[in-house]
């Protein structure tokens, strides 16, 4: 007791000011003083137990003083002279610690700080168990964050180097294939072209830390990551190319000769980058480009052009009798009695709308499936959903093709955790997976794809970009919600109103006042948007401007109607097993960075609340879960029978 105790204080003193030059990585072999083993182990221990309490508070709890405290902690078992084991295993965590706080916080340079530690547990203990992990997460930060072609490649080799017949070295020669069929269409001329400025010029100016990809056939989403707030201005040049200006910015060191990946897309073709005399320019060239837009996101600064490549934004086929239903449906939005009145702030926390539709299908869910299958592991197989599931219609007309499930969250990114455990993260992966199966049982017409199928991180501009680049019909992000307040619990849906999404400067791109939600999910990051689109110079008569805004990609009135009939569903689905858990806590309007700038009508679905011990408690449960999946089909059954043509408009 009195070895763990003077551990514990040691950490704790050591990682008082703590410091990312603190933990410096120093091989085991060097000749260090060494202290007693069991010494070693209790600062490991110690060191452990700061990992395993960062961990048990949801990741947009924790502080980034908490993670440096657990880096310095491990930083002290190496200091003081642990063996290879316990050493490579602490230069691992600190990697890993540094990787999740680089992600909280978008800072690039904690990345490449990460890369450096995995780089030093494959240098310093070559016979660690941990090296294959290390060259994985390399790789993956260079293909996946950085998207840099020269440094994945160089990755990619190294695995194939140290394990030659393993699966990972095939894994890693496929990826180099594609990689190299890349290499041979960009050259070998650097997207990033400038030299570094001084360290003078850098001072107090924003900077471009990094620029990511996500693109598909005729559509594309360029994310250009900031270190801090920015103004921009863009305009077309020609019919192919798109220039990004950021006025007084600077280009991060670590972007200096970077080659972009790009991918397979037949639309985005190249991404370069140039410093001007106070600018940084982002030159976008596309293929037959049609139209853009563009909004700045905060927490960290991003901005993001969506381009696509078609004239008209796709149609998702809700045919002809939802025209018929908006007449008789009064429409709540602009300057409507439903509206009138409310200050912005409370428009943006979110405005109740409690008239839902009725739904006169019945609600089932499997029975016989064991919970003890469900309990606090996050999984489930579409396999054990019972045949009492709805039978498939015969005569599907809704029009409706695909549906991407997006589950919250994933990887570091926990979510709620609740007070026994439970996380976000795995709770909606496993709901999405049961949603996946009700839709697939009864529309087998219909494609459903979820934005992640395993416990992955997925920048939230991806998963909007998943959607757009494969025409979804349909965007459901599903959550669970929490609150201070631990006697808080019911449902909620939301989706997004371009006219609450604050307008930037439509001739500078300045950024106009940040506005929040008020029981939106944290990691679902409220979004500043600002519209630029259409065309300008010399092929403005070819090209007609197109006014896009950054909501449900003009889909507001389907998005409202998905959502009070989603919203409908949990109330009364869910309520029948639990009525205090399906209190019914409105549709509301927030922009969160996750639907902004979907082509399609798009909803966020809170399915409960984690941080409420009693529905924590039933939502560890697959009977539960399955209620839950069982009231999002139903309102998503209903709303695609509401958007079904009258059996007059089929036969003509």
């Keep these: 007791m009195l070895a763990s105790a003077i551990a514990l204080g040691l950490v704790f003193c050591l990682a008082a000011s703590p410091s990312m030059n603190a933990p410096d990585v120093v091989n085991a072999r060097d000749n260090v003083k060494r202290e007693p083993a069991n010494?070693?182990?209790?600062?490991?221990?110690?060191?452990?137990?700061?990992?395993?309490?960062?961990?048990?508070?949801?990741?947009?709890?924790?502080?980034?003083s908490e993670y440096l405290h657990a880096i310095d902690a491990y930083g002290q078992v190496i200091r003081f002279g642990a063996e290879p084991n316990l050493a490579s295993d602490s230069v691992y965590k600190i990697a890993e610690l540094k990787l999740e706080l680089a992600s909280?916080?978008?800072?690039?340079?904690?990345?490449?700080?990460?890369?450096?530690?995995?780089?030093?547990v494959t240098s310093s203990y070559p016979a660690s168990s941990l090296v294959g992990n290390a060259l994985v997460s390399i790789a993956q930060i260079y293909e996946e964050t950085f998207q840099?072609?020269?440094?994945a490649a160089d990755a990619y080799q190294q695995i194939v180097d140290h394990f030659p017949n393993s699966v990972m070295a095939r894994e890693a020669r496929a990826v180099l294939a594609r990689l190299d069929r890349q290499m041979a269409r960009a050259g070998n001329v650097a997207d990033v072209m400038t030299s570094p400025p001084s360290e003078a010029a850098e001072v107090g100016r924003a900077s471009l830390s990094n620029i990511r990809n996500f693109s598909g056939p005729d559509y594309a989403r360029v994310v250009l990551d900031l270190s801090g707030e920015a103004r921009f201005s863009a305009q077309r040049t020609g019919g192919n190319r798109l220039v990004v200006d950021l006025s007084g910015a600077s280009i991060g060191r670590q972007l200096y000769g970077r080659r972009f990946i790009i991918g397979e897309s037949t639309l985005l073709k190249?991404?370069?980058?140039?410093?001007?005399s106070n600018n940084v320019r982002v030159e976008i060239e596309v293929d037959k480009l049609a139209e853009y837009s563009t909004f700045l996101l905060p927490d960290p600064d991003r901005l993001v052009v969506d381009l696509r490549s078609t004239a008209q934004p796709k149609e998702h086929a809700l045919p002809e009798r939802r025209a018929v239903e908006a007449r008789r449906t009064p429409d709540h939005s602009g300057t409507g009695a439903h509206e009138r009145g409310m200050t912005k702030n409370r428009v943006f926390m979110g405005t109740p709308i409690f008239s839902l539709p009725r739904i006169d299908d019945p609600i089932v869910v499997a029975s016989t499936e064991s919970e003890s299958n469900a309990r606090g592991q996050g999984t489930s197989k579409e396999e054990a959903v019972s045949a009492s599931k709805p039978q498939p219609q015969s005569a599907p007309h809704h029009g409706v093709k695909l549906i991407v499930i997006d589950p919250g969250h994933g990887g570091h990114d926990t979510g709620t955790i609740g007070s026994n455990g439970l996380q976000e993260k795995d709770l909606v992966l496993d709901v999405a997976r049961r949603l996946k199966a009700y839709i697939k049982r009864s529309h087998p017409e219909i494609d459903v794809m979820l934005t992640r199928d395993s416990d992955r991180f997925i920048a939230l501009e991806e998963r909007t970009a998943i959607a757009n680049s494969r025409h979804a019909d349909l965007f459901i992000s599903i959550h669970a919600n929490a609150s201070p307040s631990r006697a808080a619990s019911g449902v909620e849906t939301f989706f997004?109103?371009?006219?609450?999404?604050?307008?930037?400067?439509?001739?500078?791109?300045?950024?106009?006042?940040?506005?929040?939600?008020?029981?939106?999910?944290?990691?679902?990051?409220v979004a500043t948007a600002g519209v630029q689109s259409g065309a300008s110079g010399s092929d403005n008569k070819q090209q007609p401007v197109v006014t896009t805004t950054v909501s449900a990609g003009n889909r507001v009135n389907e998005s409202r109607d998905l959502a009070r009939y989603i919203q409908a569903g949990l109330?009364?689905?869910?309520?029948?097993?639990?009525?205090?858990?399906?209190?019914?806590?409105?549709?509301?309007?927030?922009?969160?960075?996750?639907?902004?700038?979907?082509?399609?009508?798009?909803?966020?679905?809170?399915?409960?609340?984690?941080?409420?011990?009693?529905?924590?408690?039933?939502?560890q449960?697959?009977?539960?879960?399955?209620?839950?999946?069982?009231?999002?089909?139903?309102?998503?059954?209903?709303?695609?029978?509401?958007?079904?043509?009258?059996?007059?408009?089929?036969?003509?």
């Design 496 to 525: 997004v109103t371009p006219d609450r999404a604050a307008k930037a400067d439509q001739h500078n791109g300045a950024r106009p006042a940040v506005a929040t939600a008020a029981d939106g999910n944290a990691a679902s990051q």
């Design 39 to 64: 010494l070693v182990e209790n600062l490991f221990q110690a060191a452990g137990e700061l990992l395993t309490s960062l961990h048990q508070r949801p990741f947009e709890a924790r502080t980034s």
């Design 571 to 619: 109330v009364r689905g869910v309520g029948s097993q639990a009525q205090n858990t399906a209190a019914n806590r409105g549709v509301k309007h927030a922009p969160f960075a996750v639907l902004l700038g979907s082509a399609m009508p798009s909803v966020l679905a809170e399915v409960s609340f984690v941080s409420n011990p009693r529905d924590e408690a039933m939502l």
């Design 621 to 652: 449960t697959g009977q539960f879960r399955e209620k839950i999946a069982a009231s999002l089909y139903a309102g998503l059954n209903a709303f695609l029978k509401k958007n079904a043509p009258s059996e007059s408009s089929v036969k003509k």
């Design 148 to 151: 840099d072609l020269t440094g």
């Design 270 to 276: 190249h991404i370069t980058v140039s410093a001007l």
């Design 104 to 120: 909280a916080s978008g800072d690039y340079g904690l990345y490449q700080q990460a890369v450096d530690t995995f780089r030093k």
